[in-house]
Nanobody
Framework: QVQLVESGGGLVQPGGSLRLSCTAS????????MAWHRQAPGKERERVAV????????DYADSVKGRFTISRDNAKNTVYLQMNSLKPEDTSVYYC????????????WGQGTQVTVSS
């Protein structure tokens, strides 16, 4: 049974930091491209960051460049999203996702974790 379980969300003040984790099971994690997406109420889903199966060449949405860092630990079947200098507009549900190929839809999705940035 495939599972992606996110954790680490919560309430943080503007300028603060959070680290999200996503632990995978039920598939060969090291073969998959991993990504973080987010979706706020009334807005379209946005891909925030993506990382290759070997951990190289991360790519970021312009809205988070220089503030967010994606990384992975294939030994732990886990992908991370370090979020610094958080802004109220970062408030969203964050989802991790996995895909085997470098095109097309993502194969697996987590259930999401809420991040709220507010004073």
């Amino acid at each position: 049974q495939v599972q992606l379980v996110e954790s680490g969300g919560g309430l943080v003040q503007p300028g603060g930091s959070l680290r999200l984790s996503c632990t995978a099971s039920g598939f060969t994690f090291r073969n998959y491209i991993m990504a973080w997406h987010r979706q706020a109420p009334g807005k379209e889903r946005e891909r925030v960051a993506v990382i290759t199966n070997t951990g190289g060449t991360p790519d970021y949405a312009d809205s988070v460049k220089g503030r967010f860092t994606i990384s992975r630990d294939n030994a732990k079947n886990t992908v991370y999203l370090q979020m610094n200098s958080l802004k109220p507009e970062d408030t969203s549900v964050y989802y991790c996702a996995a895909r085997l190929r470098n095109w097309g839809n993502y194969d697996y999705w987590g259930q999401g974790t809420q991040v709220t940035v507010s004073s």
